[in-house]
Nanobody
Framework: LQLVESGGGLVQPGGSLRLSCAAS????????TGWFRQAPEKEREGVSC????????SYIDSVQGRFTISRDSANKAVYLQIHNVKPEDAAVYYC?????????????????????WGQGTPVTVSS
């Protein structure tokens, strides 16, 4: 499985954007998938996670009600819809995946367990 993120860019505070994570080499119904972000001089943090069944499981408190994780019906992409962007959302956003046993709905916003990472897409917030 390989992951490629896209959709980042410059956005004004209060604006919206959708990040995409395209998967190739396998389908995501065998994987948990997560979105992470890393701001300059800060540690990478887990933003949200969607399990192998395509069920969103958790969001970091700071994005609750503003971010929505989803997966397409073909299980080839995961999205992160961002509304009401705030300056503190500026970061490089990464998606990550971890293969799980069939029927296992594991998900985690911790960084360490994730195996496969994309290259990241930057989000800049400025008026």
């Amino acid at each position: 499985l390989q992951l490629v993120e896209s959709g980042g860019g410059l956005v004004q505070p209060g604006g919206s954007l959708r990040l995409s994570c395209a998967a190739s080499g396998d389908t995501l119904d065998f994987y948990a998938t997560g979105w992470f972000r890393q701001a300059p001089e800060k540690e990478r943090e887990g933003v949200s996670c969607i399990n192998s069944a395509g069920e969103p499981t958790s969001y970091i408190d700071s994005v609750q009600g503003r971010f929505t994780i989803s997966r397409d019906s073909a299980n080839k992409a995961v999205y992160l819809q961002i509304h009401n962007v705030k300056p503190e959302d500026a970061a490089v956003y990464y998606c990550a995946a971890r293969r799980v046993p069939y029927g296992d709905h594991w998900c985690s916003r911790a960084v360490v367990p994730w195996i496969i990472w994309g290259q990241g897409t930057p989000v800049t917030v400025s008026s």
